[in-house]
């Protein structure tokens, strides 16, 4: 087979699903591209055999369909060191040989067979609905951040997508925090949940362009796919369940605490320098309508205390949390003030935007850190 | 350059049996008999951490199975390892170390390279600081103490293990090379049984056969190493005795027979593994918050696989279900499994007494 390809166009195509290789990969067939041209179509894929990307572009001088697995890192390497010009692909699938001339010179790669590549899961019997390309990375940008690393609770390690027929809801959580985020302009056919591992999310958030374009997204007991016009994706989905995550978000937080975000965010960035390293520390002191952060390393010597005005209403308390969970909370909601809902210095903290977004609801929860037991 | 070329002195003091004998001090009804300090082979059997003497005369060895060690001596007693007695032992015994130098590198509670060169006491001889060392041992702790006295750690610690138990062995400049060339290759350190028996498939059963390769031929035929055993063959081992040096990772792995292909023996040779693991991390009283599973395949590929916690763990519990996992996620039947190693590394300083940490409460 053979063809003419922008040298551009395909690093463009190719680093669109590179990053779901990975690094350091048992078979060498997924260090690959699976590269297949039929007609003047170009399919290129890539995986780890939990997630798969694939993306289509058109070539020139198209001879031949075919299809060949090359090895990645060198034809990146190469073309990311090319100026753009026209490269002609000539490949012979019989001895794996593929031939990379430009204007410059000339490149030979060994590549596998195609047959080696691993195949798609078959969509079978899948559920479908869709989305736009924004709202799915919207969604994604609000709660991957608290997915779980623990490989020990793999329902945790994933995002949560909890269907309605009038709404998506995408759940993640740690254990210490858990982040609601629901999207009230998306419908599906029925009520279902299924999880979603954190790489693929990753892939698409990176992947995607943040814009109106309509996804797709189907799903069967074992796999989801998300495709648009050009793009493709498959995962496997977590086999595990999802922990009941409404059973823990406290119905009735009688105290409410509201605070500019900027101005909460930059005094907690400032104080927690000065906490314990491993545990960062920060206590919310709140005293009418006067908030004091205050964090200490006592193996240091270091000590930082802030005062912050806020709207308070409820009993004075003083609750501790990891600063380092809540900064990152509370950087990924929007708007400008902040409400901190609470009820006694043991139980979870909600967190919540003032002004709502429409067709959006988030809803964050943070456990504190209790002080010498 | 000129000062380390200068002919060093080196001492490898290796405690006899060390908490076998510990036990035996403390507990007079023990004296005589054969006791194996380590798991009980109960439940799910625990490893034999040290055997005495009297138990080691029935085949019974460190890092045995303790079932295996009841069946070899059906008489062994087993005791339960102490090991806040162990490391207060070896504080003193440390403190003998340090009245003759400073340049004291430990490798474990039993075990340390001392470097003598100058000695604090200006006694000059190395053989003599290492009767000292040995006498003031047994004179103050009531234990013994093998020494290996040579110019270079690796033949030091060759030299202490040759006259077990209570030996002195030294091994000088000139009759350095002759000794290592006599040295069977499965003395080397390093060389376990598997590498023993590939050199002893192409011929090299003694140090004298490895001499005989080139340095370019050591590399090829078992890598990286290679280079390490040429040069120690010749006797040169310019590596230092380091006081401060901080243990980074611990670990133990295996190199089976028989490559292994299905999921239930891998997961048999792991748990042994993980046992090893844990016995030497209680040794070394370290605690680590990354658990790291190396995979050796037919094909010579490694892949580590590693998970990390966020407080320090040391028990085997979660060291075996954390490498099971770790494994299942590498597709394990897919391959021919040569080598299955587990090691701990990031470790905490676990401190105990000071945990005052607040508590990050949970939502599940």
Redesign the interface.
């Known amino acids: 087979m053979r063809f003419i390809v922008t040298s551009t166009a395909l690093l463009k195509n190719l680093q669109q699903i590179s990053g779901v290789i990975s690094a350091?990969t048992?078979l060498s067939v997924l260090e690959d591209f699976l590269f297949e041209l039929k007609g003047n179509t170009l399919t290129l894929t890539a995986t780890d055999?939990e997630t798969m990307m694939r993306v289509q572009l058109d070539v020139n001088d198209a001879q031949g369909d075919g299809r060949i697995c090359i090895p990645s890192k060198i034809l990146l390497d190469y073309l990311k060191n090319l100026p753009e010009q026209p490269i002609t692909f000539s490949i012979n699938e019989q001895d794996l040989s593929i031939e990379m001339s430009s204007d410059v010179g000339k490149y030979k790669i060994g590549g596998e067979k195609a047959d080696d590549f691993p195949k798609e899961p078959a969509p079978g019997d899948t559920t479908s609905f869709s989305m736009s390309s924004i709202a799915l990375i919207e969604s994604i940008n609000k709660t991957l951040f608290a997915v779980s690393?623990d490989?020990?609770r793999p329902a945790?390690t994933g995002v949560y997508f909890e269907l309605m027929t009038d709404s998506i809801t995408l759940v993640s959580?740690d254990?210490?925090?858990?982040v609601r985020f629901r999207r009230e302009d998306v419908s599906c056919p029925q009520q279902d949940g299924f999880v979603v591992p954190k790489k693929p999310l990753q892939q698409l958030r990176s992947t995607l362009s943040a814009d109106e374009t309509r996804l797709e997204l189907s799903y069967n007991g074992s796999h989801l796919f998300v495709t648009n016009n050009r793009l493709s994706m498959s995962c496997r989905l977590i086999d595990a369940r999802f922990?009941d995550y409404k059973a823990?978000i406290p119905a009735d937080n009688p105290y409410r605490l509201t605070i500019n975000r900027a101005d909460f965010i930059s005094a907690l960035r400032r104080v927690s320098i000065f906490a314990?390293k491993?545990?960062n520390?920060v206590v919310l002191d709140i005293n009418g309508n006067a908030l004091q952060l205050s964090a200490q390393d006592i193996d240091f010597s270091f000590e930082g205390k802030e005062m912050l005005s806020c709207q308070y209403t409820g009993e004075d308390m003083k609750i501790?949390f990891?600063a380092k969970l809540m900064i990152e909370m509370v950087n990924n909601m929007d708007g400008g003030e902040l409400n901190i809902e609470l009820s006694t210095p043991?139980r979870?903290g909600i967190f919540r935007p003032v002004e709502k977004v429409e067709h959006e609801d988030v809803l964050m929860?943070l456990?504190?850190?209790?002080?010498?037991? | 350059m000129e000062s380390a070329n200068r002919a060093r002195k080196i001492i490898h003091i290796d405690m006899d049996a060390f908490y076998a004998s510990v036990e035996q001090r403390d507990h007079p009804e023990y004296r005589g008999r054969p006791i194996v300090v380590g798991g009980s082979p109960e439940g799910r059997g625990g490893v034999v951490a040290t055997a005495s003497y009297e138990a080691r005369k029935f085949g019974i060895r460190s890092a045995m199975a303790s079932k295996r060690a009841q069946q070899l001596c059906p008489e062994v007693l087993f005791v339960r390892p102490r090991f806040d007695v162990y490391k207060d032992v070896s504080q003193k015994i440390r403190s003998i170390f340090r009245r003759y130098t400073d340049l004291i590198e430990p490798l474990s509670l039993d075990e340390a390279f001392l470097d003598v060169s100058e000695d604090k006491l200006g006694i000059g001889s190395a053989i003599e600081i290492a009767k000292q060392i040995k006498q003031a041992i047994r004179d103050e702790l009531q234990l013994t103490a093998s020494a290996g006295v040579s110019i270079n750690k690796f033949v030091a610690k060759i030299a202490s293990d040759m006259n077990k138990p209570d030996g002195l062995t030294f091994i000088g400049p000139s009759g350095i090379e002759d000794f290592m060339e006599k040295l069977p290759v499965d003395k080397f350190f390093g060389v376990g049984r598997v590498t023993a028996a590939k050199m002893n498939g192409m011929g090299l059963h003694t140090g004298a056969d490895l001499k005989k390769l080139s340095e370019s031929e050591m590399t090829q035929r078992f890598g990286k190493v290679g280079r390490f055993y040429y040069n120690i063959v010749r006797g040169i081992d310019n590596r230092s005795v380091q006081p401060h040096r901080e243990t980074k990772s611990l670990g133990a792995e295996d190199t089976f027979q028989v490559d292994l292909t299905d999921i239930d023996s891998m997961f048999t040779e792991l748990s042994k593994i993980a046992e090893t693991v844990e016995e030497r991390l209680r040794r070394h009283g370290l605690k680590g918050r990354t658990i790291t599973l190396k995979v050796k395949y037919h094909d010579f590929r490694i892949?580590?696989r590693s998970?990390?916690f966020t407080e320090p763990v040391d028990d085997y519990e979660t060291i075996i279900?954390?490498v099971q996992?770790?494994l299942l996620?590498?597709?394990p039947e897919?391959?021919k499994i040569r080598l299955l190693g587990i090691s701990l590394s990031n470790f905490g300083e676990s401190r105990p007494g000071r945990k005052?940490?607040?508590?990050?409460?949970?939502?599940?």
């Open positions: 350091n048992v055999l690393n490989t020990l945790m959580t254990a210490h925090r858990l922990p823990v314990n491993t545990t520390q501790a990891n043991t979870a929860l456990m504190p850190l209790m002080v010498g037991v | 892949i580590n998970h990390s279900t954390t996992q770790l996620g590498t597709a897919d391959h005052i940490n607040p508590e990050q409460l949970s939502l599940f």
